[in-house]
């Protein structure tokens, strides 16, 4: 084991060079590792904290450069083409690898992956074609487009197959899943990291608030009943181990209103969900990731203060004195120049203290 480990000192190369690549560089060099974040963007908000090379996800040279220049890679996207991986995996041990990534690019494979695992789903159909309009069963439903959705876009609500029908068509007659809608009681995420030994840790539940399929607050602890919380946390170390993964993965999950708890989707990396675990918890979720794609023992995953997570979204992010005033505000704010709306621009955990 000890061979395999990559010690503090090493450079940790990242596929990507979002919030989610720039937080795992700070991780990274608390704990003395260097980083390189790669991505096609000139200006890069990991590039900020980080050293950071432009180049594009299908241009094997470049690629081939970055990879001399780091002893392990990891990504912070799940949409980072499968063919990117493979070909940084020719020079260096990519973490978590390609198989996370081709199911979690592809809703209907994804949700396959899950049954096949044993872990219970929405009821959901192919929609390829009109005649899986015209057969279509599980309604009412939201249609997805497989591949490209995320933060709710490329989604539709739909109650009967007339409203498929319109929305498939909007949605360009892409492949699509249709799921049944699920009446639940509450959304939750287990974050899950598994080492290179196969030893698992999950993260304390979190309970997660969406809006316009936006994650804007996480709880923790979820305030859930015991059982729903081990039934999550099992299901999220089934996912990391049927994964075989090396690194982090986030399970999104729906918790019914009988208790039953479903999986939604899968995220091979650090999640917005997860966000709370820097300031509060023994371990962030950046530094387990930095951990497990080291060879490193996993850390601790204890509660330091129940908290609550708010995405800073759009403007929201102006109010940044507010929250510096606030004393039980821990304020990010990830470098981006432009407050879009539907951007994350920023977080704030707000932390219970005394
Ligand atoms: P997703 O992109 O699949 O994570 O969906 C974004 C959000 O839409 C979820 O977090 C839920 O709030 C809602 N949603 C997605 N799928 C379903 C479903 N089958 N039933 C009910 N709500 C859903």
């Excluded at 980080?50 to 690629?63: I, K, N, R, S, V």
């Excluded at 973490?95 to 990534?101: E, F, K, L, S």
């Excluded at 997805?144 to 009967?160: E, F, W």
């Excluded at 009988?258 to 962030?284: F, K, Q």
């Amino acid at each position: 084991m000890r061979d395999r480990i990559i010690p503090p000192g090493a450079t940790i190369g990242i596929l990507g060079a979002g919030q989610l690549g720039r937080m795992t560089a700070l991780a990274a060099a608390r704990l003395g590792y260097k980083a390189l974040s790669y991505s096609p963007e000139a200006d890069a908000i990991a590039g900020q904290v980080a050293p950071h090379m432009q180049g594009e996800y299908d241009d094997t040279a470049a690629l081939a450069r970055f990879a001399a220049q780091v002893d392990v890679i990891t990504y912070e996207f799940e949409n980072v083409p499968e063919a990117t991986v493979v070909a940084c995996e020719k020079h260096k041990p990519v973490r978590p690898g390609v198989r996370p990534i081709h199911f979690a690019q592809h809703r209907l494979r994804e949700k396959a992956f899950f049954r096949q695992a044993g872990l219970g789903t929405a009821a959901y159909q192919a929609i390829h074609t009109l005649a899986d309009v015209a057969g279509a069963t599980a309604l009412p439903g939201i249609l997805k487009t497989c591949t490209d959705g995320y933060d709710g876009k490329g989604q539709a609500r739909v109650a009967n197959k007339e409203q498929l029908a319109e929305s498939w068509e909007k949605l360009g007659r892409r492949e699509c899943i249709l799921e049944a809608l699920v009446d639940f009681q509450a959304e939750v995420s287990a974050i899950v990291a598994r080492g290179l030994d196969g030893r698992t840790r999950c993260f304390p539940i979190g309970l997660n608030d969406h809006r316009d399929g936006i994650l804007r607050t996480t709880t923790v602890p979820s305030g859930l009943p015991a059982a729903v919380v081990t039934e999550a946390e099992r299901l999220g170390v089934r996912l990391a181990n049927s994964l075989e993964l090396v690194g982090l993965v986030a399970l999104e999950m729906f918790v019914t209103k009988d208790g039953r708890v479903l999986a939604n989707e899968m995220a091979p990396r650090p999640h917005n969900s997860g966000h709370w675990t820097i300031d509060a918890c023994t371990t962030s979720q950046f530094e387990q990731l930095v951990r497990a794609v080291c060879g490193l023992p996993l850390g601790a995953v204890d509660v330091l203060a129940p908290s609550r997570m708010e995405n800073l979204i759009g403007d929201e992010a102006n109010d940044w004195l507010r929250y510096l005033s606030d004393p039980t505000a821990r304020l990010h704010l990830y470098g981006k120049a432009k407050a879009r709306p539907g951007r994350k621009m920023g977080h704030v955990t707000f932390l219970t203290l005394g």
